[in-house]
C-alpha cells in the first residue's frame, strides 16, 4: 500500500483548500485518516473515515469546518478544509491502517503513511 498526499499552499485566514490523498494497493477494509504536525509540535489526528466502528471523527479543533470524503472508485480521501485559521499551519499527512477505538487517534495505529503537503495560512 502507498500513499500519496497533494494540495497543500497557502491560503489566508477564512479560506478554503482541499486536501487529496491517492491511495495504490488495497485499503478496502483500512480506515484512512489525516495526520498533521505544526512546527515544534507533536503530530495530532485530524480526522478518519471509516475509522474503527466504521463512523467519521473530527478533532474538535476542526469540527465543523472539515470535511473528509472517502471515494474508493477514484482510490482518494479528500480532506475539504474551510475557514481555515493560522493555527492549521500545518504539514499534512495521510495514513491507513486497523486501528481500534482506543488507537484511531494515535499514528500506532496506521500502519502505512503517505509524505506530508504543507498547509499554510497567514496574512
Known amino acids: 500500500v502507498q500513499l500519496q498526499a497533494s494540495g497543500g499552499g497557502l491560503k489566508q485566514p477564512g479560506e478554503s483548500l482541499k486536501l487529496s490523498c491517492v491511495w495504490s494497493g488495497n485499503v478496502d477494509y483500512h480506515s484512512i485518516a489525516w495526520f498533521r504536525q505544526a512546527p515544534g509540535k507533536e503530530r495530532e489526528a485530524v480526522s478518519c473515515?471509516?475509522?474503527?466502528?466504521?463512523?467519521?471523527w473530527y478533532d474538535t479543533s476542526v469540527k465543523d469546518r472539515f470535511t473528509i470524503v472517502r471515494d474508493d472508485a477514484r482510490h482518494t480521501v479528500f480532506l475539504q478544509m474551510n475557514t481555515l485559521k493560522s493555527e492549521d499551519t500545518a504539514v499534512y499527512s495521510c495514513?491507513?491502517?486497523?486501528?481500534?477505538?482506543?488507537?484511531?487517534?494515535?499514528?500506532?495505529?496506521?500502519?502505512?503513511w503517505g509524505q506530508g503537503t504543507q498547509v499554510t495560512v497567514s496574512s
Open positions: 495514513a491507513a491502517g486497523y486501528p481500534i477505538l482506543s488507537t484511531v487517534r494515535t499514528s500506532a495505529g496506521y500502519r502505512y
Open positions: 473515515v471509516s475509522c474503527a466502528d466504521r463512523s467519521t
